[in-house]
């Protein structure tokens, strides 16, 4: 009886090795806050191109068999992130430490995730350091240190035993936060580690699939759009989507081939302002929680501020419209996909209760489209940042190599 036991208790340990476990639970939800740093004055603009260039820089050494010379990149002025949507997320085991979580930037433009910006780790019984360290630049901000795998708590029944973190013993650009919570495709941490520079570092939801918490490798994310400088109004859901947070159906576009954008959440999209007016024509960009604004591409976005008559507020860094022109503005239309999504003339603007946690004044209108700092044709044109993901539901499905939209009760919000 025993042998015949141990051998049944062998093959089933060899078949979980081989095959994720599928347990049939529903989607895990994770919810986000949203915050705005206001300990400094910021520049958005200056801090999202500072990205977009990092971005693009890495996307362009991977497709050419080269790693990234982060030198290269650090060589301006570092802006702390000034918005941000943030999940508590405990490290180490027993359950004492989750006391004080660590608060994690949600991050699809990155896969690694790594704590100690703004408290110290803290080593439990889960914790083992590996012979690597570990390093990340992200243009708007860079971390280095070691590497620990360690057990991660996402949220109820979303335990990870041995994930892969970075223990910060350096960082620039996360005041008021504990690190990233990395949820890009996982081909974005080659070259991260050293000595082992060609090794992957599965993400979290890689292991969380692979482990079998959730039947699909995928994860759903709602924002909202709010005017309070920090609120619980956001929801990363793993393993699906979360059917209350978006109306109609999602429509899917295919991760685009094009390079450097197809390294990332990369799509090819086109943009309209109002009826006829071609801002943009179709052309491969990003999908990236980390980016606060649209970006789009300079020529792009010229046509842009030529049909909204728009002027630079050199105090914010962002561009500026009168309220007569306000009331004239049209909405925008991203057409992904098959599918025209639109941007009203309210999600085009800073929320105006806002304005002075950016340094702005409280009446002025300010345009969360702006330039990316390129022209158009290097393979990454656009990012839609989460002023445009606060409008529409996102999925970003590893399975299926794709980014879905949803429109949401909040698409057409006046809240700005």
Same mark, same amino acid.
């Given at each position: 009886?025993?042998?015949?036991?141990?051998?049944?208790?062998?093959?089933?340990?060899?078949?979980?090795?081989?095959?994720?476990?599928?347990?049939?639970?529903?989607?895990?939800?994770?919810?986000?806050?949203?915050?705005?740093?206001?300990?400094?004055?910021?520049?958005?603009?200056r801090h999202d191109q500072a990205r977009a260039k990092a971005l693009k820089a890495k996307g362009a050494a991977k497709a050419a068999g080269t790693t990234?010379?982060?030198?290269?990149?650090?060589?301006?002025?570092?802006?702390?992130?000034?918005?941000?949507?943030?999940?508590?997320?405990?490290?180490?085991?027993?359950? &004492?430490?989750?006391?004080?979580?660590?608060?994690?930037?949600?991050?699809? @433009?990155?896969?690694?995730?790594?704590?100690?910006?703004?408290?110290?780790?803290?080593?439990?019984?889960?914790?083992?350091?590996?012979?690597?360290?570990v390093s990340v630049t992200y243009g708007s901000g860079s971390f280095s240190g070691n590497?620990?795998?360690?057990?991660?708590?996402?949220?109820?029944?979303?335990?990870?035993?041995?994930?892969?973190?970075?223990?910060?013993?350096?960082?620039?650009?996360?005041?008021?936060?504990?690190?990233?919570?990395?949820?890009?495709?996982?081909?974005?941490?080659? @070259? &991260?580690?050293?000595?082992?520079t060609n090794s992957l570092v599965p993400t979290v939801t890689d292991n969380l699939f692979s482990q079998g918490t959730i039947t699909n490798n995928e994860i759903g994310i709602s924002f909202e759009p709010t005017t309070t400088v920090e609120v619980l109004n956001g929801e990363l859901t793993w393993g699906g989507t979360d059917s209350s947070k978006f109306t109609g159906s999602i429509t899917f576009i295919p991760i685009t081939s094009t390079s450097p954008a197809s390294f990332f959440w990369g799509i090819n999209q086109s943009i309209r302002y109002g009826t006829s007016t071609n801002i943009?024509?179709?052309?491969?960009?990003?999908?990236?929680?980390?980016?606060?604004?649209?970006l789009i591409a300079t020529d792009a976005f010229n046509r842009y501020r030529s049909a909204t008559g728009a002027v630079v507020d050199?105090?914010?860094?962002?561009?500026?419209?009168?309220?007569?022109?306000?009331?004239?503005?049209?909405?925008?239309?991203?057409?992904?996909g098959g599918r025209s999504f639109e941007l009203t003339a309210n999600a085009q603007i800073w929320p105006r209760s806002l304005n002075t946690a950016i340094g702005g004044t409280t009446n002025n209108v300010y345009l969360i489209v702006n330039d990316l700092g390129t022209n158009s044709g290097e393979g990454l044109d656009f990012i839609n940042g989460y002023t445009f993901l606060e409008r529409f539901y996102s999925v970003f499905d590893t399975s299926n190599n794709r980014v879905g939209f949803a429109t949401t009760p909040f698409t057409t919000a006046t809240t700005n």
């Open positions: 009886m025993f042998p015949t036991t141990l051998l049944t208790a062998l093959l089933l340990a060899f078949s979980v090795a081989a095959n994720p476990v599928v347990i049939d639970r529903p989607p895990v939800t994770l919810h986000l806050s949203r915050r705005v740093n206001v300990t400094s004055i910021h520049n958005l603009l990234l010379d982060t030198r290269a990149i650090i060589n301006e002025q570092v802006d702390n992130q000034a918005v941000t949507y943030i999940a508590s997320v405990g490290v180490g085991s027993p359950a &004492t430490n989750f006391l004080k979580p660590d608060d994690l930037l949600i991050d699809t @433009g990155s896969s690694n995730t790594w704590v100690g910006a703004g408290k110290a780790y803290v080593r439990t019984s889960a914790s083992t350091q590996t012979s690597n360290r590497e620990f795998t360690d057990q991660v708590t996402l949220a109820s029944g979303l335990v990870i035993p041995r994930q892969s973190i970075g223990v910060a013993t350096r960082s620039q650009g996360f005041d008021g936060v504990d690190g990233i919570l990395g949820i890009g495709p996982v081909d974005l941490t080659e @070259g &991260t580690l050293s000595p082992a943009l024509s179709t052309t491969a960009g990003i999908v990236d929680t980390g980016t606060t604004l649209i050199n105090t914010v860094g962002l561009f500026r419209i009168t309220t007569a022109q306000f009331a004239r503005l049209q909405s925008l239309f991203f057409t992904a």
